[in-house]
């Protein structure tokens, strides 16, 4: 959809940016919001490049997570050495936010070595000056500020805890379990609070090739540590390429004058995880109530299960715990295996060539892993909830009624576990998430390997 095929958004645009539109340029829907990029020609016929944003009801709508919270970012730090876009405005109702679009590419993959190199050592200078800045002298209505070392981590934390209290649709005990170990190891010291972009690093700045020409999309942002944001670095250097992580971290410390702790940037990684893992389950649930979500519920569903394996060998390096997987069941042909192989073969050999749109190929691609899903559901289910019963009903020590019944059961033991029986319960939530990620396996070949280490400096 469009977002300027509504008349009232089109003269709010005007009206904010003191301009005509004279040009629509192509949209695109990214986690949970509409973009569309305008051309507006005042009275002396200077013309302008803008950015609308639009809030569509799906993931972060009426959280904290808001645009309105961007667009407090955006006021904060213009005019303090951050490359920023300027902010014109934000609705009254905070579902919309204009923005100058800014010259410059987010895609890395087209680089060259050495330009990714040259790079990732101005972005390490942009993110060491973001660093630089004092919070305090920030004007951030609505931001929590941390008054314990503790409180830079878990105040954003149990935001994101809250959100998933508030919308998802059944409980989850590996978010419990991980939102859990992270309040238990919170750090104790803290050498400096900064403002922090979160989720920062490729795909989140403009950029010519060489510098970065603006950070963008600071939804995320809130008071910190700034060894978080190193966090988010590596972990997006993991979704597109970037540069050498040693050097990036290298030039980043002789910058900023923090000493890289990477036993605290592996603590804040598992709390990556946990935010992606907490997004991706809100957005799914409220996908299933509003039928909108981005690039398609199997695409949704396919990538949860990939993060939710990621956290869990994250939480096994930082726990010391085994992580003990279980023997699947080998595949039976189901009920339906011709029909959906039929299905499969239609859209990955005919229909996905045939498609250019990025949107619509985007939900075939989408639609692809729902199909696979269903064939793997068909071929295994039965055999993996005879597992998961099995294992449930000796983790709790008793039979559960059923398995969504064990499931509030497991959630409720993790909430009052003592951590001596952490190690107990993790290796059964890790065995669970394996059982549940085989039910989607990957449209595109064998599913993405591990998060790219964290180097030793």
Do not use: K
Not at 390 to 396: I, W
Not at 424 to 432: N, S, T
């Amino acid at each position: 959809m469009d977002p300027l095929s509504s008349p009232e958004l089109r003269h709010w645009v005007e009206r904010t940016s003191g301009g005509r539109i004279v040009a629509r340029h192509a949209h695109n829907q990214g986690f949970g919001r509409q973009i569309a990029m305008v051309d507006v020609e005042d009275s002396e016929g200077e013309r302008r490049e803008l950015v609308l944003r639009c809030e569509i009801g799906t993931v972060f709508a009426g959280t904290e997570i808001s645009l309105a919270r961007e667009a407090t970012a955006y006021r904060a730090l213009q005019g303090r050495g951050v490359p920023i876009a300027r902010l014109y405005g934000v609705t009254d109702d905070r579902d919309a936010l204009l923005l100058e679009r800014v010259p410059g590419t987010a895609d890395t993959a087209q680089l060259t070595d050495s330009e990714r190199d040259r790079l990732s050592a101005h972005f390490a200078e942009v993110l060491a000056a973001l660093h630089a800045i004092d919070p305090s002298e920030l004007d951030l209505p609505g931001f929590a500020r941390p008054r314990t070392p503790a409180d830079h981590a878990l105040q954003d934390f149990g935001l994101w805890n809250g959100m998933f209290e508030a919308f998802a649709r059944a409980p989850d005990p590996l978010v419990r379990f991980a939102h859990r170990w992270l309040a238990r190891n919170a750090p104790t010291s803290m050498p400096r609070t900064a403002f922090l972009q979160g989720d920062t690093g490729p795909g989140n700045f403009l950029h010519d090739g060489e510098r970065v020409r603006a950070l963008i999309d600071w939804e995320f942002s809130h008071v910190g540590d700034p060894l978080e944001d190193l966090a988010w670095v590596a972990f997006r250097a993991g979704l597109q390429p970037f540069g050498d992580l040693t050097r990036f971290y290298r030039r980043y410390g002789e910058l900023s004058r923090i000493r890289f702790d990477r036993e605290r940037v592996l603590y804040y990684r598992v709390g990556v995880l946990f935010r992606c893992v907490v997004g991706t389950v809100v957005g799914v649930a409220r996908a299933l109530r509003t039928g909108t979500v981005h690039q398609g519920l199997g695409a949704n569903c396919f990538g949860l299960e990939v993060m939710r394996r990621h956290l869990c060998e994250l939480l096994a390096e930082r726990g010391g715990w085994p992580l003990e997987l279980p023997e699947l069941p080998e595949a039976e042909p189901g009920e339906g295996e011709e029909l959906l192989n039929s299905l499969i073969r239609d859209l990955t050999e005919f229909i996905v060539p045939a498609v250019s749109e990025p949107t619509a190929l985007a939900r075939a691609h989408s639609l692809t892993a729902s199909l696979l899903h269903l064939r793997a559901a068909d071929r295994h289910r039965r055999a993996l909830e005879e597992q998961e019963h099995e294992e449930m009903t000796e983790l709790l020590g008793h039979l559960p009624a059923s398995l969504e019944e064990g499931t509030r059961e497991v959630d409720a033991l993790v909430a009052r576990a003592s951590p001596e029986r952490e190690g107990e319960i993790f290796r059964y939530l890790a065995r669970r998430a394996a059982r549940s990620g085989a039910l989607w396996p990957s449209p595109a070949g064998p599913a993405p390997a591990s998060l790219p280490p964290v180097p030793e400096l």
